[in-house]
């Protein structure tokens, strides 16, 4: 996109390391670069910024730090769930977790879930993006038909893939079935798997796209040109030049699909599998909701958030340190 | 400016006259029924509302059984619960032990209501029961029962199902291969209650050790050790025959069976208003199979009854106790079980609708009252009071399917289900010790 290496160009001289205009996007959280942007703007009135801010550290306190902190209290508490009886039983939740099989198949269905999650979103994402790009025609609509999913809620989306795919009624297993192929995700592991991370997946493409698609516009025409003249394919340009410099936007989107699999998947897989069959897609976050909401056990419950918060905390560390300050690509 | 002020003179006029028209004393009931039977909980609340003019029921629905709890118990501690709550039969023990209820006995007795227990009939009031006094009102009971297309039992060459599981097995499979339907049978929702639980007390098998639950929180579950390994077995090979079809998730197997694609179902008599309204062939219903030897005992209900939560005014309680005394009453026992398909839960009931030939006109509404009545209730088939028994049921059921869909060796599978059922129990056992 010209404006971004027409920026890149100003700015070369005080700045020789310019990241490229999706990076740019990803430092504005990381905080270092953005200092000078920061302190133009910043309110001279301290009372005025806390007042302001208030609401919104209300709503935290209230939605997220007062739950974390009596989750983390129930974690080491044996409750009934009326409120009648405490005990305390110190590590009792979480190593009953430890030795718990269900519990390890959930870690498993996880690890296994998250990273096809993760993987199945960017391939797709990826060939879309570059399919877009190269439309010529009509590139306004795709990009909306692309973008349609994320605004469906998961739930939704849920019923919907649980119903096309259901081996008894459903459309698309029905030509799955004529295809010659025994689709049954209610009877195997390996199906219910797929269909959770297919329609997880789906959902999350758009997402995905919309970044992907903003960095290959921000990927300097005249090296593509240039890859051109040098008698570069549409393909190999995309291979050699485009997905080098898309690598921060890649990395950052492999870790926002890590934590989106990780914790934001629970409606879909409530609408399409129910964790089954037999427990085969019960990943942990939904084995929280299970152990918690339907079973009525809160200190496992809570125990095992209190696992799952260790991990968001872990990987919001590692985007943090990790990805934003090394990986980072100039043009 | 002065039709504003005529008209708000008038508006607070209406609402004064209005005023008095209403009930004095109204509770909330927080229920889990929706669809048809919703509405007829409605009417039910409509019909208390009218019959007297000292208190009214507000019925509101808060979804599943599960929802409901979670709602209650949301609502309990913030000191915000409502009166009345239906909870499942398999609550039974969790809300005893909560410390939250107030004891219907106890409660009608106070208000002054005498009401014949023992006029309830044996399989609802023992569920219910603790050391003689009834501890919930008994509100929604049923029981599975076996629903069948005649049509395609006729294109097979049958009457009607056989009455043991050897035989049903052989029409299962003769309509199968005979190519009458692509799904004999569809696997039941809730086949932790038919398959397991109803199996278990029909053919005389301890389910769990101290006759049930009853006779302490200590007791193990020991299924894995009777003749329901067996008939886990049978299962499996009809699953994997495709005798046996899963509905899956979404799908009620109830509805598989209305469209016409299943040839049977084993469900709850209170699909009964779902049967009839939906299908569009001749279909009818009958007792569930038994093994060849089966000694026959009773089957065993689910459903629900209300709990009456602590914490309310004694102007409440005595709104709740004549909520009670009117559902007690035969008269809302008939129209109840005609309107719902839930079984009446009175002798007086059954027999009145019996004598008003409702059963000669309607002969599978019968059919679950039979069954429940059959025999004399033994330790084996008297229900189940078991802790957390929701939560464990969702580590057995896992467990079994594991096993029931060749993940793992069926009599394997059925051992780790007892086994992770146990440790529930024992949690259970954990947290009530701590309460004193």
């Known amino acids: 996109m010209p404006a971004a290496s027409d920026a890149a160009a100003l700015d070369g001289a005080a700045e020789p390391k310019r990241p490229s205009l999706a990076a740019r996007v990803l430092t504005r959280s990381g905080g270092r670069r953005d200092e000078r942007g920061l302190k133009q703007s910043h309110f001279e009135n301290a009372g005025l910024a806390c007042v302001l801010l208030l609401p919104q550290l209300g709503v935290l306190l209230l939605f997220f730090f007062i739950p974390a902190v009596r989750a983390l209290i129930q974690a080491f508490q044996l409750v009934d769930p009326f409120g009648g009886s405490v005990q305390w039983v110190g590590l009792d939740n979480l190593l009953a977790l430890f030795r718990s099989a269900p519990y390890w198949a959930s870690v498993q269905a996880t690890i296994v879930f998250t990273a096809a999650f993760a993987v199945v979103t960017l391939g797709v994402a990826l060939l879309f993006a570059f399919a877009a790009h190269h439309v010529l025609r009509g590139q306004n609509a795709y990009k909306t038909l692309i973008l349609v999913p994320y605004a469906i809620a998961p739930a939704i989306a849920g019923i919907m893939w649980g119903f096309l795919f259901n081996p008894n009624v459903g459309p698309i297993a029905y030509l799955i079935h004529a295809a010659g192929f025994a689709w049954d995700p209610l009877r195997y592991a390996g199906h219910a798997m797929t269909l959770v991370v297919l329609a997880s997946a789906w959902k999350q493409v758009s997402y995905c796209f919309l970044f992907l698609f903003a960095g290959l516009l921000a990927v300097p025409r005249s090296i593509l040109e240039a890859a051109a003249v040098d008698g570069a394919g549409p393909v190999r340009r995309f291979v050699s030049v485009a997905l080098p410099m898309l690598t921060p936007t890649l990395f950052f989107l492999f870790v926002v699909n890590l934590v989106y699999g990780l914790f934001e998947t629970f409606a879909v897989v409530d609408a399409t599998t129910k964790g089954g069959p037999a427990g085969a897609t019960t990943i942990l976050v939904y084995k929280v909701y299970l152990d918690g909401f339907v079973s009525l056990d809160l200190g496992s419950s809570a125990a095992q958030s209190l696992i799952l918060m260790t991990l968001a905390l872990a990987l919001t560390f590692v985007q943090f340190r990790f990805i934003e300050q090394r990986v980072r690509y100039s043009v | ?436």
């Open chain 2, 1 to 436: 400016m002065r039709s504003l002020i005529r008209s708000s003179v008038f508006a607070a006029l209406s609402l004064c006259a209005a005023l008095p028209a209403r009930a004095t004393t109204t509770v909330e009931f927080w229920h889990a029924m929706s669809g048809a039977l919703g509405e007829r909980v409605d009417e039910l609340a409509d019909r208390f509302n009218k019959s007297q003019s000292d208190y009214a029921v507000r019925a509101i629905a808060k979804g599943g059984y599960d929802d409901v709890v979670n709602s209650m118990i949301a609502a309990y501690r913030a000191k915000q619960q409502p009166a009345i709550v239906q909870v499942n039969e398999r609550g039974f023990l969790t809300m005893l032990n909560s410390n939250a209820i107030m004891l219907t006995a106890e409660l009608m007795a106070g208000a002054g209501y005498k009401i014949d227990w023992s006029n309830f009939i044996a399989p609802v009031a023992t569920y219910y029961t603790q050391n003689g006094a009834m501890m919930a009102m008994p509100f929604n009971s049923s029981t599975p029962i076996l629903f069948y297309n005649v049509d395609h039992f006729k294109a097979a060459g049958f009457d009607a199902p056989a009455a043991t599981w050897p035989d049903f097995e052989a029409q299962l499979y003769a309509i199968s291969q005979k190519g009458i339907s692509k799904c004999a049978m569809v696997y039941p929702a809730d086949w932790e209650w038919s398959f397991l639980e109803n199996y278990s007390a029909i053919e005389d098998q301890p389910y769990a050790t101290k006759k049930n639950g009853f006779d302490g929180l200590d007791a193990e579950y020991v299924f894995n050790k009777t003749r329901l390994v067996g008939h886990m077995g049978r299962v499996k090979k009809w699953l994997d025959d495709r005798i046996l079809e899963l509905a899956g998730q979404g799908i009620n197997p109830g509805q598989l069976f209305i469209g016409g694609q299943c040839s049977t179902v084993i469900n709850s008599t209170a699909a009964h208003a779902a049967v009839e309204a939906g299908a569009k062939f001749k279909w009818s219903a009958t007792l569930l199979p038994v093994e060849a030897d089966s000694p026959k005992k009773n089957s065993t209900i689910g459903g629900a009854a209300l709990w009456t939560l602590k914490g309310k005014s004694s102007e409440d309680y005595k709104a709740v106790a004549a909520f009670y005394n009117f559902l007690a009453k035969t008269d809302t026992q008939v129209w109840w079980h005609q309107a719902t398909g839930y079984v009446p839960v009175t002798h007086a009931a059954y027999e009145a609708a019996k004598s008003q030939g409702y059963y000669k006109d309607h002969p599978t509404r019968e059919i679950a009252v039979q069954q429940l009545n059959r025999g004399t209730p033994n330790d084996n088939s008297r229900g189940f009071r078991l802790g957390n028994s929701a939560q464990a049921n969702i580590a057995i059921k896992d467990e079994i399917l594991a096993g029931l869909l060749g993940q793992k060796p069926i009599q394997k599978a059925i051992d780790d289900a007892a086994a992770r059922g146990n440790e529930v129990l024992r949690q259970f056992e954990k947290v009530n010790a701590g309460r004193k």
